[in-house]
């Protein structure tokens, strides 16, 4: 073997390495998130995934940047999903696509809800940018539903962040109960439109005021109440 292959193939053994660092990194963030919540220590990332501190921070300077990182395929099927519903012909259907793959998202990847929520704070000029177009885009949505006559006409692009806040709380709670997240996501649909709705609800939850979350601890998991 020549120097120069002997070069590149090092190259790609470091760069391999660094792939591999890198996704290990990011399956670590998100375990960790889901159990402690986005504001755990970055050091507990970094063991979790089995490598340095110093490693973290060459991949992810930041905090911000390690939970962009851990949810970016999230946040981009968030985006497909908006433009999806813009794009619908039946803006009212564009509206449920919406509302359910955020939701199903929040239920799926439990550190996402806490990623979802503190929304990504703008630490670039661009980022600021994408939001305040996924404002403006949700603005049109609403409106295009509303003009549609199937979405009420009090209804403000604001009830939306309501709704998604409450479904975090309630997966949050209830991170293994599926059928209430579906069941709430239905009420909450049911709710919106303009007028009543005979489509049946999803299956009830076999939850009783017996096993009633007493609280949330550690980044938003239950601690059910004993009896």
């Not at 921070?57 to 911000?64: A, E, I, K, L």
């Not at 990847?109 to 979802?116: I, L, V």
């Not at 069941?183 to 009830?204: E, G, I, M």
Request: with cysteine; glycine share 6%.
């Amino acid at each position: 073997m020549t120097t120069e292959s002997s070069r590149n193939a090092a190259r790609d053994t470091v760069r391999a390495d660094a792939r591999r660092n890198r996704e290990r990194l990011l399956a670590a963030a998100r375990a960790v998130f889901a159990e402690h919540g986005i504001d755990a220590p970055m050091a507990t990332v970094a063991r979790r995934a089995g490598v340095g501190v110093a490693t973290l921070y060459r991949h992810f300077p930041t905090r911000d940047a390690l939970v962009r990182g851990a949810f970016a395929r999230q946040m981009r099927t968030c985006g497909r999903a908006l433009h999806d519903a813009l794009a619908a012909e039946d803006p009212w259907e564009g509206l449920t696509h919406l509302v359910e793959t955020v939701c199903a998202l929040q239920r799926e990847e439990r550190g996402f809800p806490a990623a979802f929520l503190d929304a990504f704070p703008e630490t670039t000029a661009e980022h600021a940018r994408t939001r305040e177009q996924a404002e403006r885009d949700l603005t049109s949505l609403v409106r295009k539903a509303q003009a549609s006559g199937a979405l009420r006409p009090d209804f403000h692009p604001s009830d939306l962040v309501v709704a998604l806040v409450a479904h975090c709380g309630l997966v949050a709670a209830l991170p293994d109960d599926a059928k209430a997240s579906r069941r709430l996501v239905a009420y909450l649909l049911q709710s919106f439109r303009a007028t009543p709705s005979d489509d049946p609800l999803p299956p009830p939850t076999t939850l009783t005021l017996r096993g009633f979350p007493a609280t949330v601890e550690n980044g938003g998991r239950a601690s059910p109440r004993r009896g």
